[in-house]
């Protein structure tokens, strides 16, 4: 078949057309089978489904490579209920600075501003595509609230040498496009969070906290002055609730969910851990970065390559002839290319998130074959040769 601009479709099709930055792409080979043991129609505080969440939570610990002095909990609504549960336990004690570069930080910064109604808060901001200051935030005084990655808009921390080892306030890391793709600086991180639909393919509904030795200090010795509702609490009498850490979750967890998050953590063992799993996502975003520099009308959103991400990486228009045509003409072409792909079959949930520049955003964690997207490339040339040719013609 051929386009509007009477271009031949590509011949390949990529295998897996799922390129959704969350959910994401379930491991290779996966099928409901992989679920078969799972310990349906018990309870979750049974022996077995204990035995279930306790094996969760040390198997997350092995593969990311989380260090034996942080506790880790399940906790209930994704990576977003993990983030309000340290929010609203652990804020208001000191001073707080929030980093905004993207949707989810602004997220933050609202319940900072609005909900908690922080008295002493700062917020530093950039727009999509960059990073702020990020010495402008003192996380030696300070608590520091901020993403790792950001996911609608491509940019990532580089490293964590900004925040000082000798530091009095805590660092609130959301991870959750970060985890199981980018190295954490454990010391660096006293709070970490992420979710199982990210870089593993988990199911969603269910996050993940980690906490470090400093931030139990904090649960244990600061008390919020607003009332705390049961799903955030952590401490029992002033003390850590160290059941929470051992799989003793909050509210019922799906054990479904719990059987594919443990069947999503033994194939990250299998393919080499931690270090494969990093160099599986590299691999990916390096070839959709190779192929947005050669293609004239793509470009990556992140305004650095060391602040590129390596699992949401998000496409800019660049094109400056689209761009000529203004702002409305430049949206309707990314979401042309994203429903041509996805009446076709190839990718599925490509477009930019609602908020972010008008644009394209392939998720490229570990969990995606990388030749799933060499195949899906000339498939965007394809579709943007198309988008382009029916500009022409409707303006004839």
Same mark, same amino acid.
Request: aromatic fraction near 8%; charged fraction near 20%.
């Given at each position: ?16 057309? =799922? ?37 969760? /939570? ?5 593969? +990311? ?6 506790? /880790? ?13 340290? *929010?609203?336990?652990?804020? @208001? ?69 900004? /925040? ?67 799903? =955030?609490? *952590? ?6 609730? $160290?059941?929470?850490?051992? %799989? ?23 393919? %080499?851990?931690?270090?494969?799993? *990093? ?7 390096? +070839? ?7 293609? %004239? ?8 390559? $060391? ?13 400056? $002839? ?28 490509? %477009? ?12 490229? @964690? ?10 899906? +490339? ?19």
């Amino acid at each position: 078949m051929t386009d509007p601009a009477g271009r031949t479709e590509p011949a390949a099709r990529p295998r897996v057309p =799922f390129f959704s930055s969350g959910p994401c792409a379930k491991r290779p080979g996966w099928s409901p089978a992989a679920l078969a043991d799972a310990a349906l129609g018990r309870s979750h505080r049974a022996p077995a489904g204990k035995a279930k969440l306790k094996r969760a /939570i040390d198997l997350t610990r092995e593969v +990311l490579q989380v260090p034996a002095t942080h506790r /880790i909990a399940i906790v209930p609504a994704s990576d977003t209920g993990a983030v309000e549960m340290a *929010m609203w336990s652990l804020l @208001g004690a000191r001073g707080v600075d929030v980093l905004a570069w993207e949707t989810f930080g602004e997220t933050w910064v609202t319940d900072a501003v609005k909900q908690l109604r922080l008295a002493d808060l700062r917020v530093i901001k950039a727009p999509f595509g960059d990073l702020p200051d990020l010495s402008q935030a003192d996380a030696r005084a300070r608590d520091v609230l901020f993403t790792w990655n950001g996911t609608t808009s491509g940019v990532r921390v580089p490293d964590a040498r900004w /925040i000082p080892d000798d530091r009095d306030g805590l660092t609130i890391c959301d991870a959750t496009s970060a985890a199981f793709a980018q190295p954490l600086d454990w010391p660096k991180l006293d709070v970490v969070t992420f979710s199982w639909q990210k870089a593993l393919g988990g199911e969603a509904g269910h996050g993940m906290l980690v906490l470090s030795p400093r931030a139990v200090a904090r649960l244990e010795s600061y008390t919020p002055p607003w009332p705390l509702p049961k799903l =955030f609490r *952590m401490t029992k009498g002033g003390k850590l609730n $160290e059941g929470l850490f051992a %799989g003793d979750t909050i509210n019922t967890p799906s054990l479904l969910c719990v059987e594919d998050w443990l069947d999503a953590l033994g194939w990250a063992q299998a393919v %080499g851990g931690l270090p494969a799993l *990093m160099a599986r996502a590299d691999a990916n975003a390096a +070839l959709v970065t190779a192929w947005a520099e050669r293609s %004239g009308w793509a470009a990556n959103l992140a305004s650095r390559p $060391e602040i590129a991400s390596n699992t949401s990486v998000c496409l800019a228009m660049a094109d400056p $002839e689209l761009l000529a045509r203004g702002p409305e003409t430049v949206a309707a072409v990314a979401k042309g290319i994203a429903r041509t792909l996805e009446d076709k079959g190839v990718a599925f949930d490509i %477009g930019a998130y609602r908020d972010a520049p008008p644009g394209l955003r392939i998720w490229c @964690g570990a969990t995606v074959e990388r030749d799933d997207i060499a195949a899906l +490339l000339p498939w965007l040339d394809w579709a943007y040769a198309g988008e382009t040719a029916r500009l022409v013609a409707r303006a004839a």
